[in-house]
């Protein structure tokens, strides 16, 4: 199980390479530093989420169309007790929403590319207020061509997207200067 102390290492490192995200990431930072269990998706405060960046051989990105939000997003989603990194658990996520097994991807490195913030709105019929995702995503390289089977209540559609389409620019410019050679 991944647990708080796992978080930290990861969100620790990630800002060593990262510094200019302190104050983006501050709220997961007091979070930890108060001792919420961020890994629990019942912590309404804001807990952890990991996602899956796949791009294909000819550098495009997944993404998947997300049932409840009615967006396009990148394929993640919430820690299960079964995880026990990170990086699995967007493993894990990415084999349940697209059908995608981790043998066929390849990681891209070992830490997460980026950590996003963003808002959960309510969600009443979950009895879930609104809350806050930080977001661990990691990058993946992949030569299949395909998506085996959608996570059919939670996602609708898939898509193959160019880089230049991810919507958040930070992780667009990270993505696309991970793929040069």
Known sequence: MIGSIKVHQALTDYLDANPEEKGTLAPLSDLLGLGADVTSRKEFRGHVTAGAIVVNDVHQVLHIHHLALDKWLLPGGHLEVQDETLLQAALR????????????????????????????????LKGEPAHQHFDFRYLFRTSSAGVLALQAEEVTDFSWRAVEEIADETLRQRVAAALRP
């Open 93 to 124: 996520e990415l084999t349940e929403e697209t059908g995608v097994k981790p043998t066929a991807v390849d990681t891209v490195c070992a830490g997460p590319i980026h950590i996003d913030v963003h808002p959960i709105p309510a969600n009443e």
